[in-house]
């Protein structure tokens, strides 16, 4: 059977996300909790974390999370990264035995800095390491790199949600930014590099929905020297966000009103200078709007964005209490582990929910 | 003079109990198919003489005519068909290059007809156009890497665009090989439907002034009717290298069809021929056609998109590179089966590429190389009705052009005679009689029609699929699964076959 990559498999999901906007860091306990109570909405062939701040001792090393399936994938994988980077530290992450997870690779972690010399010219360290994983995910069978940011990571394989916060320990992590992801698939997807997050640097993204917009979203990235490896719209919704804020500097709202893009009508009810932009929006990135249902939460070092599609066709819930966001796909995700919040709502489609950390509040 | 061999390809049939002699179908005929027997008292035909294009049938207030095949049957022969061994005996008696209109009428595979959409089920909804919003809106023209947003402001301009409501427009039909009452209903109908028509060569009718915004004026090889208020006239340009259903050959409206309006608006003397070269005279090569998209861009300020439309040949992905870095903002491309006013019989039937080969071709190459983006594609050259623009955009086109479809709507019978000049339904003809058979009101009824029941049909079939918006269909080809095709096929489509 093919796996995840060779062949496109639609999923339904559970999604779950909480921030401390004062960059203040919590274990990893309470998102395992509010994912698990949506048990019903994954079917234990795949379940994620990400986690933002779980590495203060290595805050300006890019830490990569990879997955190897044999030691020779490893060797060569490890040639190719000493070539490119210098190594400060690097072991196996540590696991747990759990008897429902089975067939698990060798996950391994890395804190590199890229060796000056390697950078070609005009390229940036965030450049290279782009190109590293694109290289790595393409070339090197048997090798998956699971997350590539600073001081954050990705944690995933095949199982439910809360089997894995168990296997890899969560609750022994203290971050400041935790998102899920509890998957649904409609096929095996067959290895664990086909959970959820998808990540690149330090963005992530968790993800319930299926775009329709694939393929004229994968077409557009492919043009910008994106290798869409994993067929998923999550890796194409990573992509997005990538070549939108990191590589083309386009304002947070810019970026969003360009995958869930206002329609036509309400554009013309703005003003004649807001027209021209969204005008201008919609001509220039068309290709790159998300059609179908989704709803996703966008994971970086600056905070979270939480996104629905312009016509919400997937529940996404929001709520706030003290200096904490949650985001979940079901209200009782949220109450799960905040009984009370101050404010809870329902964002409406297209309409973000935005967490960024306050003036100095992220504690490195 | 020796008998003619020729038999006739049409029998006309006449119901006698129906017929009352009002002889509507005497004075209908252009062809003069039928006529009155003085002596006879009698309306009698000459089945020669007809072209099978309906219109006394249409006209008969007791429909007693029938039009049928001709019976007269060769012996049989598989290689030796009747239309081969026709025009050798027309080529014995003429000496001369056959004639034709429209497009090609032969069997080759219509690959639109191999092609099968998507839709939703179970796992994303699909969205009903009733109730949600369904966006078509399109704009053609070079679009920019990337946009410069500071402070919630557009800090550069993007280049000019065509604004279309819906992802059709009609294609260039000139004046002259057109009626001026045909391009008035197309004109009318492109501004009531919010897309565009095309002058083709024929230059711009002062009466046709008025709908610049929804107009493109195009500049052939022979730059007929070429000033500087036409180039300002209209919201975009489109310099035709080719047609698909005569690629590589120019084009020859004869002295006859030249009346006083034609020659004013060709700016050429009344009752000459006017000849389009072959190849523009300026343009022997890449470089020289980015002369002319500058000169043209230079001579409108740069503020209109400049198309270079060509007919798909072998090497269709290649040359569509070099326009595109030529400084073309839209390349719209001409299939094979593209339909001609008058075109010679071989070249139509022999030379070119399907449409939809070159255009996926066209589309990936683009892709591969990064410049995608930079230009809008554009294809005709036989869409047929509203799934196959559907594929089309699926493929990875912007939008599409129609030319019969729209002709068809406004009431041609695809007889193939448009060189004849004798069109009994007012479209391709200069005569001032058979021109007012055509009430422009209704023509731009009709057409107008035909594009807003192919909107909901369009917006119907990306509903189904779970798209509200077209922009998230262009290229997108996973929506389309091949049937009956081999793998070299699918793999030039980009599409996988139907179950994988």
């Given at each position: 059977?093919?796996?995840?990559?060779?062949?496109?498999?639609?999923?339904g999901?559970?999604?779950?996300?909480?921030?401390?906007?004062?960059?203040?860091?919590?274990?990893?306990?309470?998102?395992?909790?509010?994912?698990?109570?949506?048990?019903?909405?994954?079917?234990?062939?795949?379940?994620?974390?990400?986690?933002?701040?779980?590495?203060?001792?290595?805050?300006?090393?890019?830490?990569?999370?990879?997955?190897?399936?044999?030691?020779?994938?490893?060797?060569?994988?490890?040639?190719?990264?000493?070539?490119?980077?210098?190594?400060?530290?690097?072991?196996?992450?540590?696991?747990r035995?759990?008897?429902?997870?089975?067939?698990?690779?060798?996950?391994?972690?890395?804190?590199?800095?890229?060796?000056?010399?390697?950078?070609?010219?005009?390229e940036?360290?965030?450049?290279?390491?782009?190109?590293?994983?694109?290289?790595?995910n393409?070339?090197?069978?048997?090798?998956?790199?699971?997350?590539?940011?600073?001081?954050?990571g990705?944690?995933?394989?095949?199982?439910?949600?809360?089997?894995?916060?168990?296997?890899?320990?969560?609750?022994?992590?203290?971050?400041?930014i935790?998102?899920?992801?509890?998957?649904?698939?409609?096929?095996?997807?067959?290895?664990?590099?086909?959970?959820?997050?998808?990540?690149l640097?330090?963005?992530?993204?968790?993800?319930?929905?299926e775009?329709?917009?694939y393929g004229?979203?994968?077409?557009?990235?492919?043009?910008?020297?994106?290798?869409?490896?994993?067929?998923?719209?999550?890796?194409a919704?990573?992509?997005?966000?990538?070549?939108?804020?990191?590589?083309?500097?386009?304002?947070?709202?810019?970026?969003?009103?360009?995958?869930?893009?206002?329609?036509?009508?309400?554009?013309?009810?703005?003003?004649?200078?807001?027209?021209t932009?969204?005008?201008?929006v919609?001509?220039?990135?068309?290709?790159?709007?998300?059609?179908?249902?989704?709803?996703?939460?966008?994971?970086?070092?600056?905070?979270?964005?939480?996104?629905?599609?312009?016509?919400?066709?997937?529940?996404?819930?929001?709520?706030?209490?003290?200096?904490?966001?949650?985001?979940?796909?079901?209200?009782?995700?949220?109450?799960?582990?905040?009984?009370?919040?101050?404010?809870?709502?329902?964002p409406?489609?297209?309409?973000?929910?935005?967490?960024?950390?306050?003036?100095?509040?992220?504690?490195? | 003079?020796?008998?003619?061999?020729?038999?006739?390809?049409?029998?006309?049939e006449?119901?006698?109990?129906?017929?009352?002699?009002?002889?509507?179908?005497?004075?209908?005929?252009?062809?003069?198919?039928?006529?009155?027997?003085?002596?006879?008292?009698?309306?009698?035909?000459?089945?020669?003489?007809?072209?099978?294009?309906?219109?006394?049938?249409?006209?008969?207030?007791?429909?007693?005519?029938?039009?049928?095949?001709?019976?007269?049957?060769?012996?049989e022969?598989?290689?030796?068909?009747?239309?081969?061994?026709?025009a050798?005996?027309?080529?014995?008696?003429?000496?001369?290059?056959?004639?034709?209109?429209?497009?090609?009428d032969?069997?080759?595979?219509?690959?639109?007809?191999?092609?099968?959409?998507?839709?939703?089920q179970?796992?994303?909804?699909?969205?009903?156009?009733?109730?949600?919003?369904?966006?078509?809106?399109?704009?053609?023209?070079?679009?920019?890497?990337?946009?410069?947003?500071?402070?919630?402001?557009?800090?550069?301009?993007?280049p000019?665009?065509?604004?279309?409501?819906?992802?059709?427009?009609?294609?260039?039909?000139?004046?002259?090989?057109?009626?001026?009452?045909?391009?008035?209903?197309?004109?009318?109908?492109?501004?009531?439907?919010?897309?565009?028509?095309?002058?083709?060569?024929?230059?711009?009718?002062?009466?046709?002034?008025?709908?610049?915004?929804?107009?493109?004026?195009?500049?052939?090889?022979?730059r007929?009717?070429?000033?500087?208020?036409?180039?300002?006239?209209?919201?975009?340009?489109?310099?035709?290298?080719?047609?698909?259903?005569?690629?590589?050959?120019?084009?020859?409206?004869?002295?006859?069809?030249?009346?006083?309006?034609?020659?004013?608006?060709?700016?050429?003397?009344?009752?000459?021929?006017?000849?389009?070269?072959?190849?523009?005279?300026?343009?022997?090569s890449?470089?020289?056609?980015?002369?002319?998209?500058?000169?043209?861009?230079?001579?409108?300020?740069?503020?209109?998109?400049?198309?270079?439309?060509?007919?798909?040949?072998?090497?269709?992905?290649?040359?569509?590179?070099?326009?595109?870095?030529?400084?073309?903002?839209?390349?719209?491309?001409?299939?094979?089966?593209?339909?001609?006013?008058?075109?010679?019989?071989?070249?139509?039937?022999?030379?070119?590429?399907?449409?939809?080969?070159?255009?996926?071709?066209?589309?990936?190459?683009?892709?591969?190389?990064?410049?995608?983006?930079?230009?809008?594609?554009?294809?005709?050259g036989?869409?047929?009705?509203?799934?196959?623009?559907?594929?089309?955009?699926?493929?990875?086109?912007?939008?599409?052009?129609?030319?019969t479809?729209?002709?068809?709507?406004?009431?041609?019978?695809?007889c193939?005679?448009?060189n004849?000049g004798?069109?009994?339904?007012?479209?391709?003809?200069?005569?001032?009689?058979?021109?007012?058979?055509?009430?422009?009101?209704?023509?731009?009824?009709?057409?107008?029609?035909?594009i807003?029941?192919?909107?909901?049909?369009?917006?119907e079939?990306?509903?189904?699929?779970?798209?509200?918006?077209?922009?998230?269909?262009?290229?997108?080809?996973?929506?389309?699964?091949?049937?009956?095709?081999?793998d070299?096929?699918?793999?030039?489509?980009?599409?996988?076959?139907?179950?994988?």
């Amino acid at each position: 059977m093919l796996r995840e990559g060779e062949v496109r498999i639609p999923s339904g999901c559970a999604i779950s996300g909480i921030m401390n906007k004062k960059g203040e860091v919590f274990s990893g306990h309470d998102i395992i909790q509010s994912i698990a109570l949506m048990h019903d909405r994954s079917n234990g062939l795949g379940g994620g974390f990400a986690a933002y701040g779980i590495y203060p001792d290595f805050p300006d090393h890019y830490a990569f999370h990879l997955f190897y399936e044999s030691a020779e994938a490893k060797e060569k994988t490890e040639t190719y990264l000493n070539m490119l980077f210098h190594i400060a530290e690097s072991g196996k992450i540590p696991t747990r035995r759990v008897p429902s997870v089975k067939n698990a690779p060798l996950a391994w972690r890395y804190f590199a800095k890229p060796k000056p010399d390697a950078l070609f010219e005009d390229e940036s360290e965030d450049e290279l390491v782009v190109r590293a994983v694109m290289y790595i995910n393409a070339h090197f069978s048997g090798s998956f790199v699971v997350s590539s940011g600073k001081n954050m990571g990705a944690f995933k394989g095949v199982g439910y949600p809360e089997e894995m916060g168990e296997y890899f320990r969560l609750e022994e992590y203290k971050g400041y930014i935790w998102t899920a992801h509890g998957r649904f698939p409609t096929n095996t997807p067959g290895w664990w590099g086909g959970a959820h997050p998808f990540t690149l640097l330090d963005w992530s993204i968790v993800h319930n929905g299926e775009i329709s917009s694939y393929g004229a979203n994968r077409r557009f990235l492919e043009m910008f020297g994106y290798k869409l490896t994993m067929q998923t719209d999550t890796e194409a919704i990573t992509y997005a966000f990538d070549l939108l804020l990191r590589k083309q500097n386009i304002p947070l709202d810019i970026a969003i009103a360009t995958l869930a893009a206002p329609f036509w009508r309400d554009i013309e009810r703005m003003s004649l200078e807001k027209q021209t932009l969204y005008k201008a929006v919609r001509t220039v990135y068309g290709n790159l709007l998300l059609n179908g249902p989704f709803s996703i939460i966008l994971g970086s070092n600056k905070g979270i964005v939480a996104l629905n599609d312009r016509l919400k066709l997937r529940s996404l819930v929001a709520a706030t209490k003290a200096d904490v966001l949650y985001i979940a796909s079901e209200e009782s995700a949220i109450r799960e582990i905040c009984p009370e919040p101050e404010k809870i709502w329902a964002p409406r489609g297209g309409e973000p929910v935005i967490g960024l950390f306050e003036e100095g509040g992220i504690q490195k | 003079m020796t008998i003619s061999m020729s038999t006739p390809d049409f029998l006309i049939e006449r119901d006698r109990d129906r017929c009352i002699k009002c002889q509507v179908c005497v004075r209908q005929c252009a062809n003069e198919a039928h006529f009155w027997d003085e002596e006879e008292q009698k309306v009698k035909a000459n089945d020669a003489l007809c072209v099978n294009c309906h219109r006394c049938v249409t006209y008969c207030p007791t429909h007693a005519l029938t039009i049928r095949k001709y019976p007269l049957e060769f012996r049989e022969n598989a290689n030796w068909t009747a239309s081969t061994i026709k025009a050798i005996y027309r080529q014995a008696e003429t000496g001369g290059i056959l004639l034709t209109g429209m497009g090609n009428d032969r069997p080759y595979p219509i690959f639109w007809d191999h092609l099968l959409l998507n839709a939703s089920q179970v796992t994303n909804p699909s969205i009903d156009p009733l109730r949600e919003p369904m966006e078509l809106k399109t704009f053609l023209g070079r679009k920019p890497d990337q946009l410069k947003v500071e402070d919630g402001h557009l800090v550069e301009k993007i280049p000019p665009q065509l604004e279309l409501e819906v992802p059709i427009m009609f294609s260039a039909m000139s004046y002259g090989s057109i009626s001026l009452n045909a391009i008035k209903s197309l004109a009318a109908a492109a501004e009531r439907v919010g897309i565009m028509y095309n002058t083709g060569e024929g230059g711009l009718h002062k009466d046709l002034y008025k709908y610049g915004k929804n107009t493109i004026v195009q500049v052939a090889s022979g730059r007929f009717g070429v000033h500087p208020e036409y180039l300002q006239a209209g919201a975009a340009i489109e310099i035709k290298i080719g047609q698909g259903a005569k690629p590589g050959i120019g084009g020859h409206l004869p002295g006859e069809k030249v009346g006083l309006e034609v020659s004013q608006t060709r700016m050429i003397p009344e009752g000459t021929d006017a000849i389009s070269p072959a190849p523009h005279h300026d343009i022997y090569s890449i470089e020289d056609l980015s002369q002319l998209i500058y000169s043209l861009k230079e001579a409108t300020q740069y503020q209109k998109p400049v198309s270079v439309k060509i007919a798909a040949v072998h090497n269709i992905a290649a040359i569509a590179s070099g326009i595109a870095r030529a400084g073309a903002d839209i390349i719209a491309i001409d299939g094979f089966r593209g339909g001609t006013g008058a075109a010679p019989l071989r070249t139509r039937d022999n030379v070119g590429i399907p449409i939809e080969l070159a255009l996926a071709a066209v589309d990936s190459r683009l892709r591969e190389e990064g410049i995608r983006n930079q230009v809008s594609l554009v294809v005709g050259g036989s869409i047929r009705n509203s799934a196959d623009v559907v594929k089309a955009i699926a493929l990875g086109a912007d939008a599409v052009y129609i030319a019969t479809a729209a002709l068809v709507a406004i009431g041609c019978h695809l007889c193939q005679k448009c060189n004849t000049g004798k069109c009994n339904w007012g479209i391709a003809t200069q005569n001032p009689q058979l021109v007012k058979r055509l009430n422009p009101e209704i023509g731009a009824e009709r057409a107008a029609n035909l594009i807003m029941a192919w909107e909901h049909e369009i917006k119907e079939l990306l509903g189904g699929m779970g798209i509200n918006a077209v922009e998230s269909l262009r290229g997108n080809r996973l929506m389309l699964r091949g049937v009956g095709l081999s793998d070299r096929e699918l793999n030039i489509l980009g599409v996988l076959p139907a179950g994988e």
